[in-house]
């Protein structure tokens, strides 16, 4: 089951993402996005996170333990994610990645040039210094459900 994590969490999602080879500099207890995880027992096997810049998202910090890859949670961390960001109003989300191109692809995340990147996402820690510039830049739009404010 997908649930908020919160502050109790953090060195678990940062041992996480480290091994996963993502950076969490930028994660403290103050400034840590909104991260959702999935828990196996003690351990948290599972973690996205969705940092709001102005009206724009950035889905950041994908990331599932070795053990449990294969099984879909990456993808059903990223449609919470996606849902998430729906609720509090983000019409679209950005990410970077280095490694997971294909995966995002067929979530509907297309390439997008870094040049069109919005100034509140490329004013982000991860993008203008976090994720080397060979990072892919993706974006997806997300449609509001009909009835949504």
Known sequence: MVTPGDVGD?????????????????????????FL????????????????????????????????????LGDRLAAEAEQLARQVGIARLYLLTMTATAFFEHRGYRLTDRAEAPEAIARSTQFSGLCPGSSSFMSKPLPQAKGAR
């Open 10 to 34: 953090l060195d678990a999602i940062c041992r996480l993402l480290a091994a996963s080879g993502l950076p969490t500099q930028d994660l403290s207890a103050e400034a840590a996005p909104a």
């Open 37 to 72: 995880v999935v828990r196996r027992g003690t351990g948290i096997v599972g973690c996205v996170a969705v940092e709001r810049c102005g009206e724009f998202g950035l889905l950041r910090s994908l990331a599932v333990a070795v053990s449990e890859r294969g099984k879909g």
